[in-house]
């Protein structure tokens, strides 16, 4: 099971590289291609598309990896359990929150799967399924610190930060 969530890691970084350096080609490769009075009349929409599943999935993945944004400066002079224990309610909150995501965005990709993109032959609801696909991928990976909490909570010399599922090693 560890070496498939290993691939699942891996894959879902070189989607949102790859999703990434394909924005930056086709913006650059637009902006050249509008000096000789051709530029590609779908990029906007190809850009929009790309940069809904990118923003998602780096999310999942700055997740995965402990680089979002943290403020532990009110917990960190708590004994480590209580630290724990408020990490397993944040990550609770959040499980709700990206629940919520998922629902909602399941219900707006419905909406808007009869819009079709202006210059594209495809439908709107790809972008707006991004948040449903991605705020489960972000519950999966909650779920996975979660249950490494839990695990390694009766050892008070483990933080979460030192988990780090994409290298698949413990970060001192």
């Not at 949102?16 to 590609?40: D, E, Q, W, Y």
């Not at 609770?92 to 629940?99: D, H, K, N, Q, S």
Request: some cysteine; charged content about 15%.
């Amino acid at each position: 099971m560890k070496k498939l969530y290993k691939i699942y890691c891996k894959t879902e970084i070189a989607l949102a590289a790859a999703g990434f350096f394909a924005i930056i080609v086709l913006t650059f490769g637009n902006a050249v291609l509008r000096l000789f009075n051709h530029p590609i009349v779908a990029n906007d929409e190809i850009c929009s598309l790309l940069f809904a599943w990118v923003s998602f999935m780096g999310a999942d993945i700055a997740l995965r990896s402990n680089r979002l944004v943290g403020m532990d400066i009110l917990t960190m002079n708590l004994p480590i359990r209580i630290q724990k224990i408020l990490q397993l309610i944040v990550y609770i909150i959040m499980m709700v929150i990206m629940g919520m995501f998922v629902y909602q965005g399941t219900g707006l990709a419905k909406l808007n799967w009869a819009r079709v993109f202006n210059s594209l032959p495809m439908s709107y609801g790809w972008v707006t399924l991004s948040l449903a696909v991605c705020g489960l991928m972000m519950i999966i990976s909650l779920v996975i610190k979660a249950a490494v909490v839990i695990k390694e909570f009766t050892n008070d010399s483990f933080n979460i930060k030192m988990h780090d599922p994409d290298n698949e090693k413990e970060v001192a």
